[in-house]
């Protein structure tokens, strides 16, 4: 196995045990491929926003050595605009091109150091007036999960934190690692970056029918030539009820939804077996080798051919 990728998670006071914790349990589940530790900015000892404080291993000279940076959300009380001292000679400590990643208010130190002027990224959405206000150069998108903005990655508020470290592994080692991650933490395997932050109703009202299981019965069937029309009969809802109840459940349009799990299980296909990419898109429903390009081109800017070569180039030991 290669040398492990170095990530060092930034303990700011105040921070979230949560989100502090979801690097380590996601990426350390990858089996040795990410070595992790943790550091501070101003002594061992760093207050939570509970009621107790967490010893770190390391200070700010960790982050010199780093491939990725990880900053988890902290206390809103603790927001502001610009950078303390001590934050910013521990940012400067970063090398360029290492990777920096952070989980919902973390995004507000990226903001301030100004990495983010011009680019896209996102927030917890109940910090958007904030933080537009503070950092109108800031391209943000209050309503996704996260954004993948090659060496800047932001995510949303708590459990997205786990998405974007699922995300993280999906790109280093491919879907079949990644899922493999997502069953050991008990988690789901995906959720796209591109999916609300606020599910209007996530589960259905007592009393009525959601959407759940005609979900589970299309991944079965994802190789048939599905419409919206017969998800809807399955669902024995009317077509104009079902779009409604699908995007209040899932966050996105059934359609969109249908294309993401299409291109999930190509990757998985792509890494996992010798199929041609025309017998790819017909077990995963796609008309034409052409339309799986295109999506995959979409979801993840590379071609099947590209991509088999990136996942099949190394053994994915899942033990």
């Not at 007036?129 to 708590?158: H, I, M, N, Q, Y």
């Not at 019965?217 to 077509?239: Q, Y």
């Not at 109840?245 to 249908?258: D, H, I, K, Q, Y």
């Amino acid at each position: 196995m290669s040398v492990p990728h170095r990530v060092v998670v930034l303990a700011l006071p105040g921070v979230y045990p949560f989100e502090l914790g979801i690097p380590n349990r996601v990426l350390g589940a990858a089996g040795g491929r990410y070595e992790l530790s943790t550091c501070g900015v101003d002594g061992p000892s760093v207050p939570t926003n509970a009621d107790f404080s967490v010893t770190v291993g390391h200070g700010p000279e960790a982050l010199a050595g780093a491939d990725t940076v990880v900053i988890p959300p902290f206390d809103t009380a603790r927001l502001s605009r610009e950078l303390s001292p001590q934050l910013a000679s521990a940012l400067d400590r970063i090398r360029p091109g290492t990777r920096v990643v952070s989980i919902c208010t973390g995004a507000f130190v990226l903001a301030a150091a100004g990495w983010l002027d011009g680019r896209p990224a996102t927030t917890h959405w109940a910090l958007t007036e904030v933080f537009r206000s503070w950092f109108p150069k800031v391209d943000l998108d209050p309503d996704v999960l996260f954004v993948d903005d090659g060496d800047l990655l932001t995510s949303a508020g708590a459990a997205s934190g786990v998405d974007v470290c699922l995300h993280l592994v999906r790109t280093d080692h491919g879907s079949e690692l990644a899922n493999h991650v997502a069953r050991v933490c008990v988690v789901p395997p995906w959720r796209d970056g591109g999916q609300a932050q606020y599910i209007e109703r996530p589960v259905p009202e007592q009393g009525r029918e959601g959407t759940a299981a005609t979900r589970d019965w299309a991944l079965e069937r994802l190789h048939d030539p599905l419409t919206l029309a017969d998800l809807a009969e399955h669902a024995h809802m009317s077509l104009r009820t079902f779009i409604r109840r699908f995007n209040e459940e899932v966050g996105t349009s059934p359609g969109r939804w249908l294309i993401q799990q299409r291109v999930l299980r190509a990757r998985h296909l792509l890494e996992s077996t010798d199929l041609p990419v025309d017998g790819i898109a017909g077990q995963v429903g796609f008309a034409t080798a052409t339309s799986l390009r295109q999506h995959l081109r979409a979801a993840i800017g590379v071609s099947p051919l590209t991509y088999r070569r990136t996942f099949r180039g190394e053994a994915v030991d899942v033990s």
